[in-house]
């Protein structure tokens, strides 16, 4: 497959009327929630989940004609993984997020909560008009979200986490929302069921690959490309994927991940640089490498086009991103 330099460039006209729809829907009656959801998602993000359903919505043949329903499935994605944020730094007190101050740090916890729940509204307001079976995936991707959301938390400072545990949190708080829309964008599409299904897998493997990412930048940082206090998960305690693969193999890290790093002088500097270990960090690429080249894989199953390259190209992004 040929790479693309920017896979968003293929469905640059697709994308600027779904930005276009998302900003106005995060406007309320409610000055303070307006505030709050411009504050977050204004020009910030990648929007990485529109990006994969459009182009996965055209790889499989969708044309301009589905291209607006496709757009409003991937502005839904973007509001409820927008939701999920604001959610997420009132639940770990996150103080910065995307290089300035979160949304709970500047507005407070209860504001932040609902302007949350505000963008989960807007989110199935927008895809109600679609056929019940669609809106059951998103409901279900959103399910998922709450139960990896628990699970994580009970597992904080667990040093018996094993990495299927890991995979259940990630697969369910991070995978199932591209997997949703992996999903929903072939079926707008009006792809063959066989290939529902196998979009469906492959925004899995994606979404698998970029938290297991995702969670290698939280040791490595810096600060400035990050957005957020290198060491976040590991102060936390989140089970992220360093630390699972590093507490198999180093009795101290269980040891300190376990009492918590505020319990000992040192501990989270000591903590960090076990988890810089060379060995470590290309244990933790290889797996995520794993993922995408599971993605690759489906990819074969669809006819070529430069949507499918961008896809490949996104794929490929993901594990060589350093922010």
């Known amino acids: 497959m040929n790479e693309i330099a920017d896979p968003a460039r293929a469905v640059e006209a697709d994308l600027a009327a779904a930005e276009d729809k998302l ?11 307006s505030e709050i959801c411009h504050y977050l998602v204004d020009g910030a993000g990648k929007r990485l989940r529109p990006v994969f359903v459009l182009l996965v919505h055209r790889a499989c043949g969708g044309n301009d004609r589905t291209a607006i329903d496709a ?3 991937a502005i839904a994605l973007e509001l409820i993984h927008s939701a999920t944020l604001l959610h997420d730094d009132i639940i770990d007190a996150g103080t910065l997020r995307r290089g300035k101050p979160s949304a709970f740090a500047r507005f407070g916890a209860g504001p932040t909560l609902v302007a949350g729940d505000f963008l989960f509204c807007r989110a199935f307001e927008l895809c109600g008009r ?7 995936t998103a409901a279900q991707a959103c399910i998922q979200l709450t139960e990896g959301e628990v699970m994580e938390g009970r597992l904080r400072h667990d040093s018996g986490t094993s990495f299927n545990d890991y995979l259940t949190v990630i697969t369910r708080k991070t995978a199932s929302l591209f997997a949703a829309g992996g999903r929903v964008a072939a079926d707008l599409a009006g792809a063959p069921k066989a290939t529902v299904d196998a979009m469906e897998g492959l925004g899995n493997s994606v979404g698998l690959a970029f938290q297991m990412i995702d969670d290698l930048l939280d040791i490595l940082g810096p600060e400035e490309k990050i957005g957020k206090p290198v060491g976040s998960d590991l102060r936390s305690g989140i089970p992220s994927l360093p630390m699972v693969l590093g507490i198999e193999r180093n009795p101290e890290l269980a040891r300190l991940f376990r009492n918590g790093t505020a319990l000992e002088d ?3 500097d000591r903590m960090l640089a076990a988890l810089r270990e060379p060995a470590l960090i290309d244990r933790a690429r290889d797996i995520a490498r794993e993922q995408a080249a599971k993605a690759r894989a489906i990819l074969t199953t669809i006819g070529p086009s430069i949507y499918r390259n961008s896809l490949a190209s996104l794929i490929d992004a993901q594990v060589s991103r350093e922010s």
């Open 266 to 268: 040192g501990a989270f």
């Open 71 to 73: 757009a409003d499935a």
């Open 23 to 33: 900003i106005r829907l995060l406007d309320s009656k409610e000055p303070i929630i």
């Open 130 to 136: 679609f056929d019940e079976h669609l809106v059951r």
